[in-house]
């Protein structure tokens, strides 16, 4: 599956470590968050206004804190999506990705008050700086009727668009219920076919009556074949460990529509660490448990995507960064023309990261 691809290209291989699941291909995080922990928060990376984060997990959210955790549950890379904590300034996770590029890259957090030129251009900007991912939080757009202005219109169309010609996912977090935005999701399905968009945390669809309701609706975009679904936080979705409702009535469902490579694997770091017995280390081996019986999904769901015939669209992403970096400009290159690089150019990129 295409976003599966797009992010793990962007890891440098590595072994295993041996104490982690019995696994021969990678595992990739693809949801968790940093920030920056109370000393670099005053020195260096201010929080947001009215975002601090909470008290208990202040000083558990660094960098450093990510990769001893990462390094004991034998994860080999992840997706760092830009905390609410550091709202708009993307300088934290930047620093994260220059310090481990070979272990982390980020998704940036989209700004709706942005125009659609500001918008684009700063999605582009760090698009070379190691972003892979746009995440869109609905709640960010100005409120509207009972509900908020559409992420399928104006900047967030813009930005959705370009979205594909980049090869980027979009992720969604509809932390108040996937029913409240399916209109609009299926509006940027339909606006932009190429871009693949993600659902976080299985679209926030929680064992209740509204909720089981959505997952119904969740299940019918299936019929997308550019949908991915994250299988992380199952702690949101009102179950507790070991989590015996969430497999059977959601992940066994999602796994049957959608197929494993259009499900990815995320832990939520570092709420997942209030999470007992679980906590991290626990909630890679859980998750992985669920398919022990079928390599191949368990491989796609954990982190790797199936080889497909042809060139990877990964080297394309990859070649392209490279060569855009070199550039210092998005405008200096045509990336419809840059889809036609030779295969040499290309794998020597990707030997290089």
């Known amino acids: 599956m295409r976003v ?7 890891f440098v291989s590595s072994k295993i470590s041996s104490k982690a699941l019995a696994m021969t291909t990678k595992i990739i ?9 109370s000393q670099e928060a005053k020195s260096k990376y201010p929080y947001a206004n009215g975002h601090d984060p909470p ?26 999506v830009q905390p609410i904590n550091h709202k708009f300034d993307h300088s934290y996770v930047t620093s994260a990705i220059e310090e481990h590029p070979d272990r982390f890259k980020g998704m940036l957090l989209h700004d709706p008050n942005l125009s659609s030129e500001e918008a684009v251009s700063q999605l582009e ?5 190691g972003f892979v ?29 370009r979205c594909a010609e980049l090869h980027m996912p979009v992720g969604v977090m509809c932390f108040k219920g996937l029913q409240l935005h399916l209109d609009d999701i299926v509006g940027l399905i339909k606006a932009s ?4 968009l993600v659902l976080d945390h299985f679209g926030f669809t929680s064992f209740s009556e509204e909720g089981n309701a959505a997952f119904r609706e969740l299940l019918k975009l299936a019929e997308y074949p550019q949908v991915v679904v994250k299988i992380s936080a199952l702690f949101r979705l009102n179950d507790s460990s070991p989590y015996d409702k969430v497999k059977s009535e959601r992940f066994e469902p999602l796994l049957k529509w959608f197929g494993a490579d259009r499900l990815m694997f995320g832990t939520d770091f570092p709420f997942v660490l209030e999470q007992e017995p679980e906590k991290y280390e626990g909630m890679v081996q859980l998750v992985s448990s669920w ?15 199936a080889e497909v015939s042809g060139t990877s669209c990964l080297e394309h992403v990859i070649a392209t960064f490279f060569l855009l970096r070199s550039s210092n400009s998005f405008h200096k290159l045509s990336l419809a023309n840059s889809a036609c690089l030779d295969h040499g150019v290309r794998a020597k990129a990707l030997t290089n990261i």
């Open 4 to 10: 599966s691809r797009i992010l793990l290209a962007t």
């Open 291 to 305: 398919l022990e019986d079928d390599d191949s999904a368990r491989t796609a769901v954990m982190g790797k995507t």
């Open 133 to 161: 991912g746009v995440r869109f939080n609905p709640y960010l757009w100005p409120a509207k009727g009972d509900g908020w202005e559409r992420m399928s219109e104006g900047a967030g169309a813009a930005v959705y668009k």
């Open 55 to 80: 008290e208990s997990l202040a000083e558990c959210a660094s960098k450093s804190a990510l990769l001893e955790k990462m390094t004991l549950a034998g994860v080999d890379g992840s997706l760092i």
């Open 125 to 129: 900007n760090l698009a070379l700086k």
């Open 29 to 37: 995080d693809s949801h968790l968050h940093v920030w920056a922990n």
């Open 193 to 196: 076919p190429e871009t693949t």
